[in-house]
């Protein structure tokens, strides 16, 4: 299967702290992107990196790839209550796109 | 439109019924995607469309689901003979090349 895998499968943070999830893939890919699930809805596009690109930044986010490891990590800094959701690495190779099972974030008040 | 509209946002169906699904991509994407979710997690790869052409159908079954793009029409995904498993919350998402935009959903249940 070309799905990726994240870890952990579940977070429990305190509002405030950061937050790191991993993903990583099987395949080559063209890009990996990140999306947010709030409970009961669709996904909602966080950030795209492509395979040429290391690192990237928007506002509190910051995700790294390492196409070496086939893997990628999203960090969410200063958490919010309202980051509470499921995270999920996509990777698209030829059109479609590989998602991760994703990794539920709990932020506590 | 600037977003994907899914219709209906839920659907009832008996077991053996059939289900069918609405589409409509953002104006100006080429391709189109169709995903399900089964509990909280995995998304399953379903078809994928390049205009009104199927790009992918690796994870379609075939013998019951079929799906289509038809020009200056919304996409549909539909579903013969339903069966209990079939339930699930179905993503339709469009997307001009990178980034792909999702739509709500369609939560159909299988009773």
């Known amino acids: 299967s070309q799905q990726g895998e994240e870890d952990p499968q579940a977070l429990s943070i305190q509002e405030g702290e950061n937050a790191t999830m991993n993903c990583s893939y099987k395949?080559?890919?063209?890009?990996l992107q990140w999306y947010r699930q709030n409970s009961g809805r669709g996904l909602v596009h966080l950030i795209l990196i492509r395979s040429n690109e290391r690192e990237k930044h928007s506002g509190r986010l910051r995700v790294t790839l390492d196409t070496s490891k086939k893997s990628s990590s999203l960090l969410i800094t200063a958490s919010r209550a309202a980051d509470t959701a499921s995270y999920f690495c996509a990777t698209d190779r030829g059109n479609q796109f590989y998602f991760g099972t994703g990794t539920s974030l709990t932020v506590i008040p | 439109g600037e977003e994907v509209a899914q219709t209906p946002k839920h659907l009832v169906r008996g077991e053996g019924q059939k289900a069918k699904l609405y589409c409509a991509p953002i104006k100006g994407h080429s391709y189109v995607f169709w995903y399900q979710q089964v509990l909280k997690n995995e998304f399953k790869f379903l078809i994928s469309f390049q205009n009104e052409n199927v790009f992918d159908e690796t994870g379609m079954p075939k013998e019951r689901f079929s799906a289509k793009c038809l020009p200056n029409s919304p996409c549909s995904l539909e579903i013969q003979a339903t069966k209990l498993e079939d339930s699930a919350v179905y993503f339709c998402?469009?997307?001009?090349?990178?980034?792909?935009?999702f739509g709500q959903g369609t939560r159909l249940t299988v009773v």
């Open positions: 395949t080559s890919i063209n890009n």
């Open positions: 998402a469009s997307s001009q090349g990178y980034e792909a935009f």
